[in-house]
């Protein structure tokens, strides 16, 4: 099910990952923090979509859908491969 502040945004944000460290007394110390990775929530189940620059080995990725199927504008989504049918037969339905 989607959510209804997925129509009032504007683009999926990207989120970021950090690296963690496990080192005694790091509250003594400053430590620039260092990027794991870049990430999308996916919008339809809320699972992890990693931003790979190989895009072919991505999991999901940002679909656009016009406004002829959302009957709202155009609207960016977040989704892993799984989650796509689903959205699909959703906005199909009405």
Same mark, same amino acid.
């Given at each position: ?7 009032? /945004?504007?683009?999926?944000?990207? /989120? ?6 496990? %080192? !005694?007394? /790091? ?6 923090? !260092?990027?794991?990775? %870049? ?8 699972? !992890?979509? /990693?931003?790979? !620059?190989?895009?072919?080995?991505? +999991? ?9 199927? +959302? ?24």
């Amino acid at each position: 099910m989607l959510k209804k502040s997925i129509f009032n /945004r504007e683009k999926p944000y990207k /989120r970021i990952k950090y690296k963690e460290n496990k %080192e !005694e007394g /790091r509250h003594l110390v400053k430590h620039k923090p !260092e990027k794991e990775y %870049e990430y999308y929530i996916c919008d339809y189940c809320g699972k !992890e979509i /990693r931003i790979l !620059e190989k895009k072919y080995e991505m +999991t999901g990725g940002v679909a656009i859908f016009p406004e002829s199927l +959302t009957k709202k504008g155009d609207l960016k989504l977040a989704l892993c491969n799984k989650c796509l049918n689903p959205v699909l037969q959703e906005f199909e339905k009405s």
